[in-house]
């Protein structure tokens, strides 16, 4: 599991109240990710960062921030959660370099929004 | 059109045939990766090729780079082999991912 874990693993909160999830890598790994995961849809990139205080957007990053202050840390936070923010979360560490890598995933946050 | 396509979308099987998953791709990748996930699981890396094939156990993944064309193979399929594989393309810092193939083996 490339020692990555994630916090909480199950959440249920209510519309327009603010939501942080973490990932914590222990290898210390440069690339970490943020996707979700929704029927029909596949993973979709949320967030990504390659460096602490690196981080750039990916194809859904609307309502999602991210922050890396520390290289083993990457948090995703709803501001204002909404319910199309209902998913499954899941973080992933890229190891390796060039383009010879893998992504390890962590396993998953299951945010309810009601 | 997405840039990385599944097919099929859903695949039921028979306990020990031989299944095959493909996955076709539009964009420049420098690798494709074959992921796992089981029904309320994570998500487990298969294989990561950037040519030709590999095989671990029953598991067996080519890919062919002038056709943008790679296949997850199962031989002697298995109720536990049950689960969604999901192929995606390495394409510089990110992965493009395709929609997933689920995979029912029946006993």
């Known amino acids: 599991d490339a020692g990555i874990t994630q916090s909480p693993r199950h959440k249920v909160t209510e519309t327009g109240t603010p939501v942080t999830l973490r990932c914590h890598q222990t290898e210390n790994h440069r690339y970490m990710y943020w996707y979700r995961q929704d029927p029909g849809h596949g993973l979709r990139l949320i967030h990504y960062?390659?460096?602490?205080?690196?981080?750039d957007k990916g194809e859904v990053s609307d309502g999602y921030s991210v922050s890396r202050s520390k290289t083993e840390d990457f948090l995703l936070t709803l501001e204002s959660a909404t319910s199309s923010q209902t998913s499954v979360y899941f973080c992933?560490?890229?190891?390796?370099?060039?383009?010879?890598?893998?992504?390890?995933f962590g396993p998953g946050t299951r945010l309810t929004v009601l | 059109k997405n840039e990385v396509e599944q097919s099929p979308q859903n695949l039921t099987a028979q306990e020990g045939e031989f299944i095959t998953i493909n996955c076709s791709y539009s964009v420049g990748i420098s690798a494709l990766h074959w992921l796992q996930q089981h029904p309320g699981g994570g998500i487990v890396s298969l294989f990561m090729l950037s040519s030709g094939k590999k095989k671990h156990g029953r598991l067996i993944a080519t890919i062919n780079i002038q056709e943008k064309h790679s296949s997850l193979h199962i031989t002697a399929s298995h109720p536990r082999d049950s689960a969604v594989y999901i192929c995606?393309?390495?394409?510089?810092?990110?992965?493009?991912f395709g929609t997933g193939t689920r995979l029912q083996v029946f006993p």
């Open positions: 992933a560490i890229r190891t390796g370099t060039g383009s010879y890598n893998e992504q390890f």
């Open positions: 995606a393309g390495d394409n510089t810092d990110k992965l493009i």
């Open positions: 960062s390659y460096g602490v205080k690196d981080t």
